[in-house]
Nanobody
């Protein structure tokens, strides 16, 4: 069975940092676009960061210069480094894969999803 398992969430103060990890089991990130999404209570899911197979990165405007998406091909793991965190970053964060490598922001383009990890930023 194919599975994405996230870790690294937690509670931090405003201005702090977290590094989220997403490890793949039974599948690889080869020839795929990788993405991070988040969802706060009562709000719609929103795109956070993306990384194409060729190494192109793209972010939602509110996290540019604060978050960095990356991958380690040797361990089949993707990451989201989150710096200068703000209370409005509080959400459940999900990793996802688009096996067609379309390099997009639309959640319906991603065919594999993690279970989510909670990030809480205190004011």
């Amino acid at each position: 069975q194919e599975e994405l398992v996230e870790s690294g969430g937690g509670l931090v103060q405003t201005g702090g940092s977290l590094r989220l990890s997403c490890a793949a089991s039974g599948l690889t990130f080869s020839r795929s676009t990788l993405g991070w999404f988040r969802q706060a209570p009562g709000k719609d899911s929103e795109f956070v960061a993306g990384l194409t197979n060729s190494g192109v990165t793209f972010y939602r405007e509110s996290v540019k210069d604060r978050f960095t998406i990356s991958r380690d091909r040797s361990t089949n793991t993707m990451y989201l480094q989150m710096n200068s965190l703000r209370p409005e970053d509080t959400a459940i964060y999900y990793c996802a894969r688009d096996g067609a490598d379309r390099g997009g922001r639309a959640p319906n383009w991603y065919d594999r999803w993690g279970q989510g990890t909670q990030v809480t930023v205190s004011s």
